[in-house]
């Protein structure tokens, strides 16, 4: 199993950036789809963004698009999630993830191979 390991977390205000760091152990990491995941208090652990294994395709939910970019390096086997013009609402725990299988564009909740431990993002008003 990959071993993902999350940075970059922290306590910010509301319209300030964030940017969180997962690295992966994997040696294939290349080949594999990244998501991106949040879960607050009280609520289900939901899509963020996530990126393809190759071409750089991205795909963002909603309440993110526009605000947030997740973009990956191979050579360190890291991706990132930049957070800008974050909100009180973006406040959770947010986990990197792996996609199941190799050579995929998209990693939703049901087709996730491995999660990391989660890094706390809170944002105050």
């Known amino acids: 199993q990959v071993q993902l390991v999350e940075s970059g977390g922290g306590l910010v205000q509301a319209g300030d950036s964030l940017r969180l760091s997962c690295a992966a152990s994997s040696s294939t990491f290349s080949t594999y789809a990244m998501g991106w995941f949040r879960q607050a208090p009280g609520k289900e652990r939901e899509f963020v963004a996530c990126?393809?294994?190759?071409?750089?395709?991205?795909y963002y939910a909603g309440s993110v698009k526009g605000r947030f970019t997740i973009s990956r390096d191979n050579a360190k086997k890291t991706v990132y999630l930049q957070m800008n013009s974050l909100k009180p609402e973006d406040t959770a725990v947010y986990y990197c993830?792996?996609?199941?299988?190799?050579?995929?564009?998209?990693?939703?909740?049901?087709?996730?191979?491995?999660w990391g431990q989660g890094t706390q993002v809170t944002v105050s008003s």
């Open positions: 993830a792996t996609a199941r299988g190799p050579y995929t564009d998209y990693v939703g909740a049901s087709g996730v191979g491995s």
């Open positions: 990126i393809s294994w190759s071409r750089g395709r991205t």
